[in-house]
């Protein structure tokens, strides 16, 4: 019964390099959210996936951010051309059932540094 | 002015305090969840309610859809209960079903 995992659980990267964060959802959960934490702020939603419908992308900051959630499984969070101020822990979540209406269980978070 | 509000900001109790945790918010809401932030960044799920109460061994969880606010006990606390607690809800504008609006939390601190 492994819980939500996210892979690297720490990355430092260099301004305007490219970097893609892991996240492995609890086995059968269709719903799937990235949400961001900036130091000193609260958690900021980012993404949401639910089966095989359209993600709601309206939570991305700018193009520079997307996110892929193949088979319906493993999501990847990508950031181009980085920027200071996306340094934030990026968390992400899964859920059994849809939207804000069911416990979304969190993974550990994957910390990001931009130098 | 933030569509969730949570006050205090910090609280300080001692052990075995009756801790009440508020939070208000300003739009119409589907669901409201309470998270658990640990110290070391992991976060939990407390509760996910739309009305009325939830309890769970020392926790309580109430809302008031009319009065839009809803509230947090912790009834014995006990440094473990230590943590940074944030109200979050799921607004009911018929448009996505996955964007959380957060609160910025309260951190609680029980000393022994």
């Known amino acids: 019964g492994a819980g939500v995992s996210q892979s690297p659980s720490n990355k430092v990267t260099e301004k305007g390099k490219d970097v893609e964060l892991r996240c492995d959802p609890i086995s059968g959960h269709t719903a799937l959210y990235w949400y961001r934490q900036s130091l000193g702020q609260g958690l900021e939603f980012l993404i949401y996936?639910?089966?095989?419908?359209?993600?709601?992308k309206s939570g991305l900051p700018s193009d520079r951010f997307s996110a892929e959630r193949t088979g319906g499984s493993v999501s990847t969070l990508t950031i181009q051309r980085t920027q200071q101020e996306d340094s934030a822990v990026y968390l992400c979540?899964?859920?059994?059932?849809?939207?804000?209406?069911?416990?979304?269980?969190f993974g550990p978070g994957t910390r990001l540094t931009v130098l | 002015k933030n569509e969730v509000e949570q006050s205090p900001q910090n609280l300080t109790a001692q052990e075995g305090e009756f801790i009440t945790i508020n939070c208000s918010y300003s739009v119409g809401i589907s669901a409201l969840h309470w998270l658990q932030q640990h110290p070391g960044g992991g976060i939990v799920s407390l509760f996910m309610l739309s009305s009325g109460k939830k309890k769970h061994g020392r926790l309580i969880a109430t809302i008031n859809i009319q009065e839009k606010h809803s509230s947090l006990h912790i009834t014995a606390s006990h440094p473990r209960d230590s943590a940074v607690y944030i109200c979050?809800?799921?607004?009911?504008?018929?448009?996505?079903?996955?964007?959380?609006?957060f609160g910025k939390g309260t951190k609680l601190s029980v000393k022994p």
């Open positions: 979540a899964s859920s059994l059932g849809q939207g804000f209406t069911d416990t979304q269980y």
């Open positions: 996936f639910q089966g095989n419908s359209a993600p709601d």
């Open positions: 979050a809800v799921g607004m009911n504008y018929g448009g996505s079903q996955g964007n959380l609006i």
